[in-house]
């Protein structure tokens, strides 16, 4: 049940500090030229998807070779090609070259930047509409709970079949195995194809129990380490 967790606690160190960080900083960046005007309003729902497809895209970029190695470990079932994260590693690069260690990198980029899009736009939006109802300045671990719930809801739900689509082009290749999808579009048109539209969605209900918690548990986790830490970034109008 926890195969590959190892490599996902590994993975998740650099990726989870680099998004929430570059999230912030671009914030402040865009709000140095753009006033916020409220919660609600288009200018600052843009700044927010913006800043939270930068931020995907450069926590993956960072990251991906964990990311690849933990789909890979996740994916063994009675076959143990892979023993571990090291043995992993050096076995794709034997096997694929360098090259192997981001296979799949586009089509996760492409899945990862509006996931996290969505993301960040959806939870600081109900975030902010919130808090500006109530007379609280941060929100409570329940809000941040249901916020987040909602936002991870609302990104897989819209953004799974790209999901679907990196994890099969990531596990090509693996154990000497052939490739089956020549290029990504080439992968969406066999799926369809092969098992329907509702292909793309193969899977979704267990995405939505990963998901949607553990979308939660992260921004709540952020907000609490924040106050903990007494760390005041883009406190006002996010």
């Given amino acids: 049940m926890w195969k590959g967790n190892g490599v996902t606690i590994v993975h998740r160190l650099p990726y ?15 709000k140095q030229h753009i006033p916020a005007q409220g919660p609600l309003a288009l200018g600052d729902v843009a700044r927010r998807l913006c ?14 070779p964990l990311d690849l190695v933990r789909t890979r470990l996740a994916a063994q079932t009675t076959q ?3 023993r571990g994260i090291n043995h992993a590693l050096a076995t ?3 096997d694929e070259g360098m090259v192997g260690l981001y296979r799949g990198l586009g089509a996760t980029l492409l899945q990862v930047g509006p996931s996290l899009a969505i993301n960040y736009a959806a939870y600081e939006t109900t975030r902010s509409a919130w808090l ?14 249901a916020c987040g719930s909602v936002a ?9 079949p790209l999901d679907l689509v990196r994890r099969r082009l990531q596990l090509q290749g693996q154990a000497g195995s052939r490739r089956v999808y020549p290029s990504y579009l080439g992968a ?4 369809v194809r ?3 539209v509702g292909g793309l969605y193969a899977g979704i209900l267990p995405e939505y129990y990963k998901v949607i918690p553990g979308v939660a548990i992260a921004f709540c986790s952020y907000e609490i380490m924040k106050r903990t830490l007494g760390v005041q970034t883009n406190v006002t109008q996010r």
């Fill in 152 to 160: 991870g809801l609302l990104s897989s739900t819209l953004t799974f």
């Fill in 16 to 30: 989870s500090a680099a998004n929430f960080w570059t999230y912030e900083k671009v914030n402040e960046l865009w």
């Fill in 51 to 64: 800043a939270g497809g930068i931020a995907g895209l450069s926590a993956c970029a960072l990251a991906y």
């Fill in 194 to 196: 092969t098992e329907g």
């Fill in 92 to 94: 794709i690069v034997r």
């Fill in 188 to 191: 969406f048109k066999d799926i």
């Fill in 132 to 145: 500006a109802r109530t007379d609280r300045t941060t929100p409570s671990v329940g809000m941040s709970l």
């Fill in 80 to 82: 143990h090609y892979y």
